[in-house]
């Protein structure tokens, strides 16, 4: 894909959301990388519900490590693989409180030393709690730079490094929200909606979704009588005439 051609991209998808950011519900740094942790294999609908429950009761690496594995499973059931993840998440409250003093590391090292932190979620909080141009790749970034070729590759981490590459310095802060948000909802596995998307002319992926074509709606009953037989009122008038004719008929007038 030409330079040009992403540029474009990028500009058309800032001025449709100019200031984009992720739909899971936090109101602190950690509480974001609680959700970005959660959300693995999962939806954000599912973290957000859990995390309501949660964050009220327990919201700091010190309450959550209180909780326990046991005590915090009833929080996050709603969320794939609860059994595992909460496991990880006191293990990483543990690694918070011993190794950086509750607070969370800015070095990617770190971030990813921690229980059931990868590369994925490292980046989105070195990116929105830290500033970083990182770019996270998830199932919906990889399919849609794939598909438009925006940053073809084979695995996540190619997608993502050739991302970070190609992406125009002033987009790079803000392309993963704007990526994972068009896949989310336009550009989806099944059926993308490319005759609304608004960088159609762009994308370069050969089977976009044709328009539908304008369907013909079957007439009703009404519609289908006066077809046939004209308008009721014409239809009556004609009966009284025909009446009319073979009531003359029989008198002979």
Same mark, same amino acid.
């Given at each position: 894909?030409?330079?040009?051609?992403?540029?474009?991209?990028?500009?058309?998808?800032?001025?449709?959301?100019?200031?984009?950011?992720?739909?899971?519900?936090?109101?602190?740094?950690?509480?974001?990388?609680?959700?970005?942790?959660?959300?693995?294999?999962?939806?954000?609908?599912?973290?957000?519900?859990?995390?309501?429950?949660?964050?009220?009761?327990?919201?700091?690496?010190? /309450?959550?490590?209180?909780?326990?594995?046991?005590?915090?499973?009833?929080?996050?059931?709603?969320?794939?693989?609860?059994?595992?993840?909460?496991?990880?998440?006191?293990?990483?409250?543990?690694?918070?409180?011993?190794?950086?003093?509750?607070?969370?590391?800015?070095?990617?090292?770190?971030?990813?030393?921690?229980?059931?932190?990868?590369?994925?979620?490292?980046?989105?909080?070195?990116?929105?709690?830290?500033?970083?141009?990182?770019?996270?790749?998830?199932?919906?970034?990889?399919?849609?730079?794939?598909?438009?070729?925006?940053?073809?590759?084979?695995?996540?981490?190619?997608?993502?490094?050739?991302?970070?590459?190609?992406?125009?310095?002033?987009?790079?802060?803000?392309?993963?929200?704007?990526?994972?948000?068009?896949?989310?909802?336009?550009?989806?596995?099944?059926?993308? /909606?490319?005759?609304?998307?608004?960088?159609?002319?762009?994308?370069?992926?050969?089977?976009?979704?044709?328009?539908?074509?304008?369907?013909?709606?079957?007439?009703?009953?009404?519609?289908?009588?006066?077809?046939?037989?004209?308008?009721?009122?014409?239809?009556?008038?004609?009966?009284?005439?025909?009446?009319?004719?073979?009531?003359?008929?029989?008198?002979?007038?």
């Amino acid at each position: 894909m030409h330079a040009a051609t992403r540029t474009a991209i990028y500009r058309r998808l800032r001025a449709a959301n100019p200031a984009p950011t992720t739909e899971l519900e936090h109101h602190s740094p950690f509480e974001l990388l609680v959700a970005v942790m959660l959300s693995a294999h999962t939806t954000d609908k599912s973290v957000n519900a859990a995390t309501r429950i949660l964050f009220p009761v327990a919201n700091t690496p010190e /309450a959550i490590l209180a909780l326990g594995v046991e005590g915090l499973k009833p929080y996050i059931r709603s969320v794939g693989l609860y059994n595992t993840k909460s496991q990880n998440l006191i293990g990483l409250c543990r690694q918070l409180i011993e190794r950086h003093g509750g607070r969370l590391p800015g070095d990617r090292a770190s971030l990813e030393a921690l229980p059931g932190v990868g590369r994925k979620t490292a980046n989105i909080i070195l990116n929105m709690v830290f500033g970083q141009t990182q770019i996270a790749v998830d199932t919906h970034i990889f399919r849609v730079a794939n598909r438009t070729g925006l940053a073809p590759g084979r695995t996540p981490r190619t997608v993502e490094d050739s991302l970070v590459a190609n992406t125009p310095a002033e987009f790079r802060k803000d392309a993963h929200h704007w990526l994972i948000l068009h896949g989310r909802y336009v550009c989806t596995a099944r059926k993308p /909606a490319c005759p609304s998307c608004i960088i159609r002319d762009l994308c370069e992926y050969r089977h976009k979704t044709p328009a539908k074509k304008p369907t013909r709606r079957k007439p009703g009953r009404l519609a289908r009588v006066i077809r046939a037989h004209g308008t009721p009122a014409r239809t009556e008038r004609g009966r009284r005439r025909r009446a009319g004719a073979t009531s003359s008929a029989r008198t002979g007038r």
